[in-house]
């Protein structure tokens, strides 16, 4: 079974940065998972639908969507089997609760998540 569990969330003030963290059980089924599978950082805000904000595949290509672009940087670290997201320039529409998970998700992968609050 594959566990991610993330971290790194908190209060933040408009313009600050954050740094989240997202941690894949190493056992074979995680460093499986981890060594095949494009990874994402997803947020869904109070109200919205869940939202795909930034990927990266196992070669370290990445993806962002366009709200975050130039501000938010996806990383993984395969031998430690982790991956972060830097965000900078934090906004109030960046206020979500924060998910990492493969690409295209897996239900079975849902953390507990990650608050981000932007506020001043």
């Known amino acids: 079974q594959v566990q991610l569990v993330e971290s790194g969330g908190g209060l933040v003030h408009p313009g600050g940065s954050q740094r989240l963290s997202c941690a894949a059980s190493?056992?074979?089924?995680?460093?499986?998972?981890?060594?095949?599978?494009?990874l994402g950082w997803y947020r869904q805000a109070p109200g919205k639908q869940r939202e795909l904000v930034a990927a990266i595949s196992p070669d370290g290509s990445t993806n962002y969507t366009d709200s975050v672009k130039g501000r938010f940087t996806i990383s993984r670290d395969n031998a430690k089997t982790m991956v972060y997201l830097q965000m900078n320039n934090l906004t109030p529409e960046d206020t979500a609760v924060y998910y990492c998970n493969t690409v295209p998700y897996d239900d079975h992968y849902w953390g507990q998540g990650t608050q981000v609050t932007v506020s001043s």
């Open positions: 190493r056992n074979i089924f995680g460093i499986t998972v981890f060594s095949i599978k494009d």
